[in-house]
C-alpha cells in the first residue's frame, strides 16, 4: 500500500499577486485566482439581465402584494403590511446559481445547490422560479403576472413560503434553518453518486460555527471513483447579522493558508463591478469543474483512488450586493444594515418609498419579462432543462430515486434461546453479524456512521463487508488491524456533528444508513437531529416529496455500564429531547435483548420517513426471549412476559415493569428474588420495547388504547417500573393515564460517580434489590413476611456493595445470575 | 483607528527544512522548529528521572493495588482485579507539565494546564501528587509508600479517582469527559487575567470536533494588555480510540498552514528518543514563553492591542510514547491499541505479568522514590512550589480568589405599572440598562457571551458601557454602529459552543457572566450544559473547592415570536434537557414582565453554583406588576394574582394559570374573555415564575409543599395551565400532586409554520381564544351560558385568523389588547 498518496496541486495555477494586496473592504472591479475571460460581450449582458431578473424578484419578494411587474407607479397599497426576509447574502448566491447554469449547460452537468448562509432562500426561489420548476411545481405560482404576484405575496406570509430553503423548496435537501451543516449534508449527498456536483454555499457566518468548521475535513473521506465531488463557495459576504465575521477580517494569506490546511484548493474572486465580475467568476468556475473531472478521471481511468486537494471558491461580494450603499447616512450594501429587509421605512415615509422604487426599476423588470409577465425566452435559453436545473435535479427529491434495501432474514442471526434468563450473549455483537450482510448487500446504498466509536460498540464485524473509508495517508501499522481502506463503508470521523451531518445528506438523497454513538454524547447533536425531525415531518406535507429512508440512531456504551468512565459518561436523556418532537416522525425502542434487536433492527432498517432511536448495551447479557417470541414482543411493542409471571391471568398483587436491557436484567432479577422470598406474591412482568406504548392512542399513532393499557398495567395494582432512562419521562408518557398514580419509575437521576454497576445501580434504585424492596414497601398487605424477606434483601445488597467496595468491581454472583424457575 | 493591525509575524523563525520530509509515521530522534540545545546533561537527566518517575506513576495507576513501588518481585495479588485506565496520552502530557515546570521556576510564571485530550489524568495526576499538592489536598494520599499505595489502588476504583480530570483534581478547571472545548474553556480563563497563561494540551482526537476546530479563532478575541494568553500545544498522539487522527496524516505543510490559518505560529516538537527531544521540547517551549512575553510587553509599553500570531506547539509523539513497541506481534507504541490498558492480558498470562513488571521496572522507581516512599529531594526540586505549581493554581478552584459583583440597585431600572396589563414596554430592552450599569460596575470581572445575537435581543444598550471585542481588521464602516472594539465586554461569535466554552472559563476562573441566545439553537450546547452541570455538582462534594458564580443562560427570540422565521426557529425545549440536571445546581426562571425580569436577573448574578436558565422574550409586551408587586411575587416564585382574579378566596371555578411572558399575556387575555362574557365565573389566576416550583418539595429544594400547592391549584377545580415549552414538562414536574389529573396544560406541541404570531398560537391551542374555550369546556355547569360564550368566542376567532390570513399580521386589536377591569 503507497505509504503517501500523491499530491495533486496544492497552489491556485495563476495567483494574482494583486490578491494579497487587496484591501479586504474595498470592492470594485473583480480581482480573481483565474483572470481569463471566458464571457463574450453577449453573454455579459444576458447574464447580467438574468442576474438582475432575479435581483429584482428577491426585493419583489420582500416588498411586494400587488403590482409585481411595477407596471404601475409603486404606491404604499402594493407593499406587504409586514416586511420580512433577508436581502444580505441572495445576490452573492444567484450569481452562483446562474454561472453553475452555463456549466451545466456547456458540458451536461449533474449539480446540486446547497444554500448554506441563513435566510438565503430568495436566491433560490428566484432562481427555481425564473427556470420554470417553480410553476410546475406550485401551479398556481405561475409564470405571469398574477403567478409571479403570488409568489411575491406569499413569501414570509402566513402559511406561505419560508425564508429558508425548506422542504416546500424544489432542489433543496439543506434547509439551513440551523447553520453549520451546508458541507456535511454535501458531502453526505456526493458519497455514491459519482457524477454529482454539491455546488455548495458556504456562508462566512454559517463558518464560524464548529460543526461547520471541522465539516472541511470531510474530504479525507471521499472517494475520487466511487463518489461525487463538493464544490464549496465561501461566500465572503462580510457580516453577519450585527457583526463582522471572523473569516471577512483576517488577511488573505491567512485565509488561504487555512483553506490549504483544510486540503482544499482555494481559487478567489474578489470583487463587486458586476461586469468584470462576470468574466471572474466565470472562468474560476469553469477552472474548478474541469479540475473536479480531471481529478476524477485520473482516479477512474487508473482505478487508484487518491486524495486530490479539491478547488474550491472564496467568493467575496458585498453584503446586500447591488443595493445600495448607504441609506440616509448609514452604510448599507457592504455592512451589516443589509442583513434583512434594507429600507424598512418604506410602510412610513414616503420618499424611501420611492428610493425602493428606484432601486427595483434600476433591475428593468420591463426588460425582462414579457407582455404576460414571463422571463423572455431569450434569457430562458440561459437556464439548463428538465432534471438538469439545479432546481429539478432528483436527488434532492432523494425518496424519488431510491432503491430498497436488500435485506437477509434477520432470522437467520437469531441466538438459541431456549428457556429465558439463563444463557448470556453479546446483543450487539451478534446484531454485527446481520449488520455485516446488510453492508455486503447494499454496497452502493447503504453506509454505517460513527465518532471512532464502531469497534468499541462490538460492531466491528461489519469490517468483513466494508471497512473504514480513509483517504488520509497509510502507516505500516494499519496492516494491523486497521480496518481502513480507500472504498469502504464505515464512515468514522470524531465529530457527532460531521456523522450525522452525513447522514442525513445521504439518506436525504435517497439511500439509507445508520449512526452508531456512545449514548452520553448523542446530546452533542440534539439540535442537528430536531432539525432533521422538522425536516421530515414537513416534507410529508409536501405532495412532491417521496418518502426518504429513516434516520437510524443506535446507541450503546449506555449509562449502565459507564460506572467506570464516571459521571461525565452518564446521560441517557436524548430520549426526552427526541420525545418532544412530533408523534409523526419519532420512534424509540428499547430492545431487551439480542433476538428483539435484530427484530427492531429489521423493522428501522425497512421504515420511511422516521427518526428511530434504539437503545441497546454492547456488554454480554441474560437472553430472555427465543425469535419467535422476540418477533411476536416487539410487533406488540409492549407485553407481559408470562413466562416470568405467576399471576395466571388473575389480578396480581404488583405488576414488576421494564424498559431497556439493563433495566430489564434487574428487574427479572428483583422478580427472582421476590418470588424466592415471598413464593405466595402474585407477580405479573411486563416488558416495553417500543417506548411510544406508554402514550394514549390519540397523542402518538404507537399509542395503546386505555383498554389495552388497562389489560396490561391495570388501574390500581401498585407498579415498579424499572427503566433505562430518568424516571420522568415515563411520567410524562403516561399522563392522563387512569392509574398513572401507581407507577413506581426507577431510572436514572443524576447519581454517579467512579463505580461498579451494581454500585451504579444502586446509588440509583435500579438494582434488583432496592427493586424488590421497593416492591414489598408498596404491597401494604404483607406483614411480617415482608419486614423479614425485607432485611434478608438488605443484607445481601450490603455484602454485595462491600464486595464491591473492597474488590473494584461486582461479586461473581450478581454476574453470573440466572433465571431459576 | 489602524485600517490594518501589524502582522506579528507568520513563521517560526527556524523551520527546519527535515522537518517538511519528516515521514510522518517514523519516530526517532526529535527534530524541531527550534533547534538549540538549552539544557545541560544534567538537567536532560534529572528531568528524564522526574519524567520517569510520573511515567512509572501512571503505569501503577493503571495496575497496582499493592507493592506500589515493586519492593517485591511482582504477583498477581498485587494488580487490581478490574484494570481500567488510559495510557495512551499520558506520557506526552506529563512531557510537557514537567518542561513548563522548567520556565515557570525560570521565570516565575503563573501558569493554568489544561488538559484536553480524553482520559489523560494519569498525567495529571501523577503530576500533582509528584509536586506534593495531592496530598496536602487528600492526606490519606500521603508522600509515602502507602500513601502511594492508596493513589495506585482508588484510580479508576469504586468511590476513587476518576481518568478525567475531574473536579476532584487539583489544578484542573477542565474535565474533558466531553471532548472539544479545551481551548474556548482556556480563553475563558485568561481573559481579563493578563499575567496568567493557559497551557493547553489539546488531544488530536479532540481536535476533530467541531467546537474545537472552531475555537482556534478564539485568538481574534484576546485583548494582549488586558487578557492573558493560551499556549495551546496540539499533541499529535496520532490516534483515537481504534482509527488513526485526521491532523497525524495529513502532510506536513498542510498542517501548518492550517494553524497559520488559524492565526497561529506553529512550532514543530517530534520525535520519540527522549534524550533530544528533551532539548527540543526544552528550546521551543522556551520561545513560546518567551514570545508571548515580548507580544504582551510590545502592547502593554505602547498601549496599543494587536493580534498578534500567537506561538502554539504541535508536538508529535508516538502513542503510549516510553512503552513497548510491540506486544506479541501487535503494535504497540505509536499504534490504538496503546490507548487504554496496554497488557489487559496480565490477569491472565504469567509471562505477560512478567513483561509488564520488566517495563514498570524500566522506569527505575527504586532511583526516583527514596525509602518512605517519597520523590527524592533532587528532583522535587525541579518543581515549583507553592501556587506555582501548576496543580495548585488558585485560577483553577476560581471560587477561592472570585470577587462578588458590584450591582446596581435593580429596583432603579423599574418600569412604571400603575395597574396591571394596560401599558406596553419592551422588558429586554429595560433590562438592558441594569445590565449596561453591571457592566460598567465590573469592567474586569463580568462580560456577556452571545452567537451575535446580543443586538438582536435588543440587549444593545450594555455597548454604552462595554463593546464588542474584536481584534480583527477594521474597515471605516465600523464606525456607523459596529460596536467594536480592541477592549470590550461582549463577546460574540457565531458559534454557541465557544460562546458558552469561554463563559465556562470564565466563570470557573472566578469571574462572572452571562450567556443571551436564541431559545431554538441553545439545544446546540445542550451537552455542554450538561457537562457544567455535572462539573457544578461533583464540586460541591468537593471540601476545598469553593463556589463559583452561577452560569447564567438568558433565552430570548423565543417559540413564540419564531413565527416568521418558520418552523426549524421553534423548539423551547431546552428547559426539559435541564430539568433533567441535578435539583442541586439547576434553576428555571420564566419571568412574565420586565420588573419581574429585573428582580429574577438581579438574583441569578447573586447566586453561585447554579446552572440559571432564564426564558424571556425581546419583543414589547403589557407589563403586569409593579417593583414591589415583581419582587414579592419573584421572591415566592409561584402565586395567584388577586388583581386578575374574582374568587375572592372562595374556591373557584376554575384556575387559570401561566408560565412564560408571551404564556401569560394570553392567559390573561382569556381571563378577560371569560370574565367579560360569563361575569358570574369565579375565576383564580396564577402566575408561575420559578418553575422548579411545580415539583415537590422531596424533589427540589424550590418545589413547593403539598399544603402549598393545594392553597393555589386546589385538588379538585379544573385548572388551564398556558405554559411556554412542551406541555409535557409540567406533567412530569406535577407528577404525584393531588390533583394533577385536573391540569389541561397548553404549550408548543411542534405545530408551526410561516405564521403570525396569532396563528402560531392558535396552532398549537396557546391563544387567549382557544384558553377561554378550554375554560368553557371544563366547567360542566356552565349549560346553555356556556355555549352561547363559546361560539361568540369561536367566532373572534375566526375573525382574527381570517385578517392575520389576508393581511400578514395580527389584527390591531389583539396587539393592542388592555386589561378590561
Redesign the interface.
Known amino acids: 500500500m503507497d505509504?503517501?498518496l500523491p499530491?495533486a496541486h496544492?497552489a491556485p495555477e495563476k495567483a494574482t499577486e494583486d490578491l494579497e494586496k487587496l484591501?479586504?473592504?474595498a470592492f470594485g472591479n473583480a480581482r480573481s485566482s483565474i483572470t481569463e475571460h471566458p464571457l463574450s460581450a453577449d453573454e455579459v449582458r444576458k447574464m447580467t439581465d438574468y442576474f438582475h431578473a432575479s435581483m429584482y424578484m428577491c426585493l419583489g419578494m420582500i416588498y411586494l402584494?400587488r403590482n409585481p411587474l411595477l407596471r404601475e407607479p409603486l404606491t404604499l397599497d402594493h407593499v406587504?403590511?409586514?416586511l420580512?426576509g433577508h436581502w444580505g447574502s441572495d445576490a452573492g448566491q444567484s450569481f452562483t446559481w446562474i454561472h453553475m447554469n452555463r456549466l451545466i449547460k456547456k458540458y451536461d452537468l449533474d449539480v446540486l445547490f446547497v444554500s448554506g448562509p441563513g435566510h438565503g432562500a430568495p436566491a433560490v426561489l428566484s432562481n427555481s422560479y425564473l427556470e420554470g420548476v417553480y410553476s410546475e411545481v406550485y401551479p398556481e405560482k405561475s409564470q405571469d403576472e398574477e403567478g409571479l404576484r403570488r409568489f411575491f405575496?406569499y413569501f414570509?406570509?402566513?402559511?406561505?413560503?419560508?425564508?429558508?430553503a425548506?422542504p416546500e423548496t424544489p432542489g433543496s435537501l439543506h434547509?439551513g434553518?440551523?447553520?453549520?451543516y451546508s458541507i456535511s449534508h454535501a458531502f453526505g449527498a456526493v458519497f455514491d453518486h459519482p457524477n454529482l456536483i454539491a455546488l455548495t454555499m458556504v456562508g462566512d457566518?454559517?463558518s464560524?460555527?464548529?460543526?461547520?468548521?471541522?465539516?472541511w475535513?470531510s474530504n479525507?473521506f471521499l472517494n475520487p471513483i466511487t463518489d461525487g465531488a463538493v464544490l464549496p463557495v465561501l461566500h465572503l459576504n462580510g457580516y453577519?447579522?450585527?457583526?463582522?465575521?471572523?473569516l471577512a477580517?483576517?488577511?488573505h494569506?491567512?485565509?488561504?493558508?487555512?483553506?490549504?490546511?483544510?486540503?482544499w484548493t482555494p481559487y478567489f474572486v474578489e470583487g463587486s463591478d458586476v461586469p468584470t465580475m462576470m468574466q471572474a467568476m466565470a472562468a474560476t468556475l469553469e477552472t474548478c469543474v474541469t479540475k473536479i473531472r480531471e481529478y476524477q478521471k485520473e482516479a477512474r481511468d487508473s482505478g487508484k483512488p487518491f486524495r486530490p486537494r479539491w478547488p474550491m471558491i472564496v467568493l467575496r461580494t458585498p453584503k446586500g450586493w447591488t443595493g445600495p450603499r448607504k441609506i440616509d447616512?448609514?452604510?448599507q450594501e457592504?455592512?451589516w444594515?443589509a442583513h434583512q429587509v434594507p429600507i424598512p421605512e418604506v410602510l412610513k415615509d414616503r420618499s424611501k418609498l420611492k428610493e425602493l422604487e428606484k432601486w427595483m426599476r434600476s433591475y428593468e423588470p420591463e426588460k425582462h419579462f414579457d407582455e404576460s409577465g414571463r422571463l423572455i425566452p431569450e434569457l430562458q435559453e440561459l437556464a439548463p432543462t428538465g432534471t438538469r436545473r439545479m432546481s429539478a435535479n432528483p436527488v434532492a427529491n432523494g425518496g424519488s430515486i431510491r432503491r430498497k434495501l436488500n435485506l437477509p432474514d434477520f432470522r437467520d442471526y437469531a441466538v438459541e434461546v431456549r428457556t429465558g434468563g439463563v444463557t448470556n450473549s453479546g446483543s450487539m455483537a451478534n446484531f454485527a453479524g446481520f449488520l455485516r450482510d446488510v453492508v455486503k448487500n447494499n454496497m452502493d446504498n447503504f453506509r454505517v456512521f460513527g465518532p471512532?466509536?464502531?469497534?468499541?460498540n462490538k460492531l466491528s464485524k461489519i469490517y468483513e463487508a466494508g471497512k473504514?473509508v480513509?483517504l488520509?495517508?497509510y502507516?505500516?501499522?494499519?496492516e494491523?488491524?486497521?480496518n481502513?481502506a480507500y472504498a469502504g463503508r464505515v464512515m468514522?470521523?470524531?465529530?457527532?456533528?460531521?456523522c450525522e451531518g452525513w447522514l442525513e445528506g445521504y439518506v436525504l438523497s435517497g439511500r439509507h444508513g445508520m449512526l452508531n454513538s456512545y449514548e452520553?454524547?448523542i446530546?452533542?447533536i440534539?439540535?442537528m437531529v430536531?432539525?432533521h425531525c422538522?425536516w421530515i415531518?414537513?416534507a410529508l406535507e409536501v405532495e412532491w416529496r417521496h418518502k426518504v429512508s429513516s434516520l437510524n440512531i443506535l446507541l450503546t456504551s449506555t449509562v449502565w455500564r459507564q460506572d467506570?468512565?464516571?459521571?461525565?459518561?452518564q446521560?441517557p436523556?436524548f430520549l426526552?429531547?427526541v420525545a418532544?418532537?412530533?408523534p409523526e416522525v419519532v420512534r424509540i425502542y428499547l430492545p431487551p435483548d439480542a433476538n428483539c434487536l435484530l427484530s427492531t433492527m429489521d423493522h428501522c432498517l425497512r421504515s420511511e420517513n422516521y427518526v428511530n432511536v434504539i437503545v441497546a448495551d454492547k456488554q454480554e447479557h441474560l437472553q430472555f426471549l427465543s425469535m419467535e417470541q422476540a418477533i411476536d414482543h416487539c410487533s406488540k411493542g409492549i407485553g407481559i412476559w408470562e413466562w416470568a409471571s405467576n399471576d395466571k391471568g388473575e389480578e396480581p398483587d404488583i405488576v414488576m415493569a421494564s424498559c431497556g436491557d439493563v433495566s430489564t436484567h434487574e428487574a427479572l432479577a428483583a422478580t427472582a428474588l421476590l418470588r424466592t422470598h415471598l413464593p405466595e406474591l402474585k407477580i405479573r412482568f411486563v416488558n416495553v420495547v417500543d417506548l411510544f406504548k406508554l402514550i394514549d392512542e390519540k397523542e402518538h399513532p404507537h399509542g395503546l388504547a386505555a383498554h389495552e393499557y388497562k389489560a396490561i398495567f391495570t388501574d390500581n395494582v401498585p407498579c415498579i417500573f424499572n427503566f433505562h432512562s430518568?424516571p420522568?419521562?415515563v411520567?410524562?408518557?403516561t399522563?392522563?393515564r387512569k392509574g398513572?398514580?401507581n407507577l413506581l419509575v426507577r431510572g436514572y437521576k443524576?447519581k454517579g460517580?467512579?463505580?461498579?454497576p451494581l454500585?451504579l445501580a444502586i446509588r440509583n434504585g435500579t438494582d434488583r434489590y432496592s427493586l424488590a424492596i421497593d416492591a414489598i414497601d408498596n404491597i401494604p398487605t404483607l406483614g411480617n413476611k415482608g419486614s423479614s424477606a425485607r432485611e434478608t434483601l438488605r443484607n445481601e445488597q450490603i455484602r454485595a456493595k462491600n464486595y464491591?467496595?473492597h474488590?473494584?468491581?461486582d461479586p461473581k454472583e450478581t454476574e453470573d445470575w440466572v433465571w431459576p424457575f
Not at 452 to 456: P, R, V
Open positions: 505509504a503517501m499530491l496544492s484591501s479586504i473592504s402584494r406587504k403590511r409586514r420580512l405575496k414570509s406570509f402566513p402559511g406561505g413560503i419560508g425564508s429558508h425548506t434547509e434553518g440551523e447553520l453549520g457566518g454559517e464560524e460555527t464548529g460543526p461547520l468548521a471541522t465539516s475535513h479525507k453577519k447579522i450585527n457583526n463582522p465575521t471572523v477580517r483576517i488577511d494569506k491567512e485565509l488561504e493558508n487555512l483553506f490549504l490546511g483544510y486540503g447616512d448609514h452604510f457592504g455592512f444594515r471512532d466509536e464502531t469497534e468499541s473504514k480513509w488520509g495517508e502507516f505500516d501499522e494499519d494491523d488491524g486497521g481502513l468514522e470521523i470524531l465529530s457527532e456533528h460531521t452520553p454524547f446530546h452533542i440534539d439540535s430536531n432539525q422538522k415531518e414537513k467506570h468512565n464516571g459521571f461525565t459518561h446521560d436523556g426526552d429531547v418532544n418532537k412530533s430518568y420522568w419521562l411520567h410524562r408518557l399522563y392522563g398513572q398514580q443524576e460517580n467512579i463505580d461498579t454500585e464491591a467496595f474488590e473494584g468491581m
